[in-house]
């Protein structure tokens, strides 16, 4: 083997130029120098850009050796605990000891890959509250060896990239930060998860050439996530296995809920529980089925895996979620794994929650539709769902005459999102609170609505005049000044061309936001509340008498004034205001935002002005509370007038129904039709009264009357009351066909493999299908994907579950642009695997060991075995050969210029001619 190599080698084609060069510079030269000089000269030239070009060619000198590199790969998961980690320090200790002299690393790792260090990794060691702690030992970070800049012959360069980004990450998330809370979380975040794979990559990458590198691998083997035997065999590095214990202190787990993925309604099954222990005990099972407590026992525990079965069935629910707990063991260590839950999903009849303010009044629609065979539930407001797998137990939401003001935002993104991307129903009946009267003008649920619920006002209403008051002092800085700002322009949006608007703010003076002007101006008024900042005291009476001022000043029919604030204000007569503005035909309204609020003044100036008191913790919710009072004191929202209903496009939906026998209906709520939704029933003045539209995988109606006794009296007794309503719901509601499909899921830690099975109606395999998967995360978040096709009729795709919680998936299969069927299903991922009961894999160890040629468990003693391989260990000789060129410079010159032939025994020879 040639003990040399050059890193640039095309650099030698340099000498293809300078070669020719010199010889023409030589036979052209016009020195009268001796010959021999001369020829002296060229040839140290020459040998100068020799020189110079070697050293751009990297010309490297490999120098064999037997000095070894060892990187001790230290797991610091949470499978490792205090006992296992002593253990793991005292090998470190020991072979750092023994091996002396030679290269030493250290690069701790559990979800992410640590920073490699020097000095061994910190100690983790158990608290008295049985928590694990790190004792804090003072580790070197270790810079990359600088002959390692060269690459690695026996890595992938793109390894060291990856080292750099896992260190820089973790370094993050391992960072001394302010709050020791914090830091803790990041750490058990870190400590989360154990990725063997991306530790041995990261090794790999890192071990500089000119060493024999050799991992020492020090782990209990139970990998979450990555390929550890993959990384392994590609490393091309020997990696040693140095098996670590599991946990042994005493542990008791829920490993699993067994359920089926879907059952008939009243159809028994069994909940399987599967619960291990290393050790004998009794603890209590509890099964919950939502929020109800189902089963409650005390069983005993034996050493190993515990199977019990618990039988169960669902009725009136298309969605169970079951949740097992163990508790009250007599030795158990972590709580963190002691619950575990699935989903189970029911066939059965269609089913429709209705939310109703008074829900004896919706009683009627309740009974009709029961009747034709849609199961019902009649909820108020408070009873409106908060989560998604809550929502997922019904077909369809009917919202009847229930304000956006007792609703959160959360909820009604839920909804948004149950519509848009699970495909379910929502249908808004009219009311004194429902549409723009309820405050829904720019909301979630505006925005999946068939039709706005902002319109124009007829001429012969009444024009309103109005004063918004807003407290601008400095607690209101941040969310609260910025929602106040919104509602203000909301508010302007929905007045008419008629009508007057004013804004006034104030901390501890008033100030004129907008003077009093035509509703019409909005862009200038808009503009005008942008220049609203929070700063200040809390005086609100002043501003208060200039409202009363401005309103006392306007011709408007119909007087009306906000307060909003959100603390407690400079004292003044308040009451004595607020009954003066009542006596000159005013109104007052006011807002309350948060605890700090003087909410017992609020109260008493709504109650004497005869307008609305709203108290709020929610600055979100300000917009919502803005925009109905707006339409509520406009009075223009409401047609009371009796009415026929009018068809304005024939469906089948409502087909063997004779509308024109329809009774008469008393009031319905004014809206505007948005351009692409259906309108199918009208009033006789034209206004939207039954309209839909498709919002995404769902479809929603409005309905601007009501189907109680206020406005739908005469319709309650009509024969065809229940089969409308029943035709309508069920055009909206959620379709869900199984049959021909299978479906099943797969979990694996931080990911879920999802399987479908499809046949079609005569039992043929579906091929070709386009099979559209929706997840939404806990988190709300949504993904799409398309599952591809791996065998006959089976379809699959991997899903990736970093958040704990529940999972919710919608199943579209598509033939050429047409859905044939849909299908919902749910999983819930629980706890780690980080935290189950698992021995040491220790059959993975001895793999790894195998593939790489490493050794498993040896002694600390053993690392040293000498072994016959060699590595080549580079010296670039850039440094030399300038030097030596720098040198035969000196030469070069003096020989150009001084001729030797009078110092030394050359003679000149005679001139021809």
């Not at 939310?355 to 019902?376: K, W």
């Not at 200040?536 to 604030?565: C, R, Y």
């Amino acid at each position: 083997m040639i003990p040399f190599e050059l890193t640039r080698p095309w650099a030698l084609l340099i000498l293809l130029v300078v070669v020719p060069v010199c010889a023409a510079l030589y036979y052209r030269s016009l020195s009268d120098f001796p010959r021999p000089q001369r020829r002296v000269s060229l040839a140290v030239r020459c040998l100068i850009l020799l020189l110079v070009i070697l050293s751009l060619a990297g010309f490297t000198y490999l120098r064999q050796t037997q000095e070894r590199f060892f990187l001790f790969l230290v797991d610091q998961s949470l499978s490792v605990d205090s006992r296992a980690s002593e253990l793991s320090h005292e090998f470190l200790e020991e072979a750092t000891e023994l091996l002396g002299e030679q290269r030493v690393a250290y690069l701790p790792f559990a979800s992410t890959v640590g920073m490699v260090s020097d000095e061994p990794p910190e100690l983790m060691t158990a608290s008295t509250d049985g928590e694990f702690r790190v004792d804090q030992e003072g580790s070197k970070q270790t810079d990359l060896p600088e002959d390692s800049a060269a690459g690695n012959p026996g890595s992938d360069e793109n390894l060291d990239s990856s080292q750099d980004e896992a260190s820089e990450q973790t370094s993050q998330i391992l960072s001394t930060t302010d709050s020791p809370a914090t830091a803790d979380a990041q750490r058990d975040a870190f400590r989360d998860g154990t990725d063997i794979s991306a530790a041995i990559e990261a090794a790999a990458g890192y071990v500089p050439p000119g060493y024999l590198p050799e991992i020492i691998l020090l782990t209990d083997g139970n990998e979450t996530a990555g390929d550890a035997v993959a990384a392994a065999t590609h490393s091309r590095v020997p990696i040693t296995t140095i098996p670590l214990p599991t946990r042994s202190e005493p542990e008791v787990q829920i490993s699993e809920v067994a359920v089926p993925a879907e059952v008939r309604e009243g159809e028994p099954f069994f909940v399987e529980v599967v619960a291990h222990s290393n050790h004998e005990d009794e603890g209590r099972i509890e099964v919950f089925r939502g929020d109800y407590k189902v089963i409650d026992e005390k069983r005993k525990l034996k050493q190993g895996e515990n199977r019990f079965r618990f039988q169960q069935s669902i009725e009136r629910a298309r969605l169970a979620a079951y949740t097992v707990r163990i508790s009250q063991c007599e030795q158990d260590t972590l709580l963190d794994n002691n619950m575990e839950s699935g989903l189970v999903y029911a066939s059965g009849k269609p089913r429709v929650l209705i939310i109703e303010s008074n829900p004896t009044l919706i009683r009627d629609l309740a009974f009709a539709l029961e009747e034709q065979g849609i199961q019902s539930d009649v909820r108020p407001p408070q009873g409106m769902p908060e989560t998604l797998a809550d929502l997922q137990n019904y077909e369809c939401i009917v919202l009847s005459n229930v304000p956006s003001t007792i609703l959160t935002q959360h909820q009604m993104e839920i909804a948004r999102t149950y519509v848009q991307e699970l495909g379910g129903g929502f249908i808004m009946l009219g009311g004194e609170q429902s549409f723009g009267l309820g405050g829904y003008y720019k909301t979630a649920l505006e925005e999946i609505l068939p039709v706005r619920s902002d319109f124009e006002k007829e001429k012969e209403t009444p024009s309103l005049g109005m004063v918004l008051v807003i407290d601008k002092s400095g607690s209101m800085n941040g969310d609260k000044i910025e929602m106040a700002k919104s509602a203000a322009r909301s508010a302007a949006e929905l007045l008419g061309r008629r009508d007057k608007l004013a804004v006034l703010a104030f901390d501890g003076d008033t100030y004129v936001i907008s003077e009093m002007q035509s509703a019409s101006n909005k862009a200038k008024i808009s503009d005008e509340i942008s220049r609203i900042d929070a700063g200040g005291g809390t005086s609100m009476f002043p501003a208060m008498e200039m409202a009363f001022d401005m309103l006392q000043a306007t011709s408007a029919k119909l007087k009306h004034a906000i307060l909003l604030t959100d603390g407690v204000s400079a004292p003044g007569d308040f009451e004595g205001m607020a009954q003066q503005m009542v006596s000159s035909k005013m109104t007052v309204s006011s807002v309350a935002i948060g605890d700090g609020a003087d909410t017992e003044l609020l109260e008493a100036i709504a109650r004497i002005g005869k307008g609305r008191y709203y108290f709020t913790t929610d600055a979100a919710q300000v917009p919502q509370i803005f925009a109905k009072e707006t339409v509520t004191a406009s009075k223009s929202a409401i047609d009371e007038q009796p009415f026929l209903p009018q068809v304005i496009r024939k469906t089948h939906a409502l087909a063997d129904l004779d509308m024109e026998v329809a009774p008469f209906l008393l009031g319905y709520v004014m809206t505007r039709p948005k351009p692409t939704c259906e309108v199918i029933l009208a009033t006789e003045r034209g206004d939207p009264l039954l309209a839909w539209w498709r919002y995404g995988l769902g479809m929603t109606a409005a309905f601007t009357s009501d189907a109680k006794s206020r406005w739908a009296a005469e319709w309650l007794t009509w024969e065809g009351f229940g089969k409308f309503w029943t035709q309508v719901c069920r055009h909206t509601m959620r379709k869900s066909d199984a049959r021909g499909i299978a479906i099943q899921t797969e979990r694996s830690d931080k990911s879920m493999r999802v399987s479908l099975d499809a046949v079609d109606e005569i039992g043929r395999y579906m091929n070709g299908a386009e099979v559209e998967l929706t997840v939404i995360d806990p988190l709300l978040r949504r993904d799409k994907s398309l599952l591809l096709q791996s065998a006959p009729g089976r379809y699959a795709s991997s899903l990736q579950t970093p958040q704990p919680g529940a999972y919710h998936l919608e199943f579209a299969i598509k033939q050429g642009d047409q859905v044939v069927y849909r299908q919902s299903r749910g999983f819930t991922v629980g706890y780690s695997d980080e935290l189950r009961i698992r021995p040491t894999n220790s059959a993975l160890l001895r793999q790894l060991s195998q593939v790489s040629g490493g050794k498993y468990s040896p002694e600390a003693s053993e690392l040293l075995t000498p072994n016959e391989e060699t590595a080549s260990r580079p010296t670039p000789l850039w440094p030399f050969l300038l030097t030596a060129a720098l040198w035969l410079l000196v030469l070069d010159v003096a020989l150009r210029r001084i001729d030797f032939s009078l110092h030394w025994p050359f003679r000149k020879l005679p001139v021809a001619g």
